[in-house]
């Protein structure tokens, strides 16, 4: 049996907290644990938060591409993030070549199938409408059926060129035919299409990401207020998702929405290496950081980077630290620290609220962040 014991840790609501893993899979958990005999024993005295792994679902981690890439495991359990969701960096054509790529990672790693079949080889991957094949996407999802978990859209200018709204037409099309019906992320950007034209094709359960950027075709008019179509789009069920990225967050917009109670459900970063080695995404924790400066709490937070995403993506055994879930665990300090957080717009808060992870345990292997020679 391999076993591993979490003890003296706490939950964020500052109380004791034990957990024991075994083969792969949370046993036990309470306050305290007694007669516990495992393999290996993490002691954290008392100083550090455990929660549920957190699952990041926006990143692109498919190393063979040219525009945006990274290293799975480098945006995945070294940053404390234990599942990482692709989005849409591969298509029908190389979605297989992806898979085959993950298996020697440690972190979890699921994709989202691009609706274009070559993925972003380059930035208009809608431009050409002869790329959406929907048979070629219903093969991909057929032999592939653990690993796809998604579909992609990405409908803004430069992406979709002289099409306008015709791909997300398509998209809805593809899903709705698709078997199983698989959730859609859409990114959202510069315009044409119009916002509020993505937002009435959408349907509940639907996610938009990069819902707080700092653009014209964002969610506020000229005069930094919120558009009028975009609360019914939250009341009909669209997801709001964070999506950071590069360009794509503003704490100016982030603050207008939250104080007119428009809230993400969901927080991911839109990481790649360059904004992981540049700014101003770097880690999940830093996007953390500033969801708390936006006056977030921790406890609302959490659950956007476990619980939410495993419900919107269905991962059934992942989210909750629960007897019978996935032993996939972040361990984690809050420090009184002062940093300065950028947007992506050049714009800076100041904080004295730092997160900083401290092991990832993924199927119960558990990795001290910071060493690179892998697990305890």
């Not at 978990?149 to 015709?166: C, E, M, Q, T």
């Not at 998209?171 to 009435?200: W, Y």
């Not at 991962?315 to 984690?332: E, H, N, Q, S």
Request: hydrophobic residues 35%; proline residues 4%.
């Amino acid at each position: 049996m391999n076993s591993l014991y979490i003890k003296n840790g706490k939950d964020i609501n500052d109380q004791p907290l034990e957990l024991l893993i075994e083969n792969g899979k949370i046993s036990r958990i309470a306050p305290q644990l007694e007669n516990i005999e495992a393999d290996s024993v993490i002691n954290l005295q008392g100083l550090s938060y455990v929660s549920a792994g957190w699952i990041d679902d926006h990143v692109h981690c498919y190393e063979k591409l040219s525009l945006y890439y990274d290293d799975p495991d480098l945006v995945g359990y070294r940053n404390g993030v234990t599942t990482v969701i692709d989005a849409g960096s591969t298509g029908a054509d190389n979605i297989g070549d992806f898979y085959d790529l993950t298996q020697e990672k440690k972190t979890n790693i699921y994709a989202m199938i691009n609706i274009s079949r070559t993925g972003i080889l380059a930035q208009d991957e809608l431009g050409d409408m002869e790329q959406l094949q929907f048979d070629l996407m219903q093969q991909a999802v057929n032999d592939y059926p653990d690993f796809i978990i998604g579909l992609k859209a990405r409908i803004s200018k430069s992406v979709v060129v002289d099409n306008g709204i015709k791909p997300l037409v398509v998209a809805k099309e593809f899903q709705n035919k698709l078997k199983p019906r698989l959730p859609l992320m859409v990114h959202v950007g510069t315009n044409p299409p119009e916002l509020s034209e993505i937002m009435d094709l959408l349907e509940a359960g639907d996610i938009i990401t990069h819902c707080f950027n700092g653009k014209t075709n964002g969610i506020l008019t000229v005069d930094g207020d919120i558009k009028p179509f975009v609360q019914k789009g939250l009341t009909k069920g669209i997801i709001f998702d964070i999506g950071h990225g590069t360009e794509s967050f503003n704490f100016k917009t982030a603050t207008v929405a939250t104080n007119q109670q428009i809230y993400p459900q969901s927080l991911s970063t839109d990481i790649y290496h360059g904004n992981r080695e540049n700014g101003p995404v770097y880690n999940m924790a830093t996007c953390i950081e500033k969801m708390l400066v936006l006056g977030f709490d921790i406890k609302q937070v959490l659950p956007m980077i476990t619980s939410v995403p495993a419900k919107n993506y269905h991962l059934d055994t992942k989210g909750t630290l629960a007897p019978g879930m996935d032993a996939d665990v972040t361990i984690f300090n809050i420090e009184n620290k002062s940093k300065t957080l950028e947007d992506s717009d050049g714009n800076t808060r100041q904080t004295n609220i730092v997160i900083e992870p401290i092991y990832s345990v993924v199927g119960g292997e558990a990795y001290l962040i910071g060493d690179k020679n892998g697990s305890l």
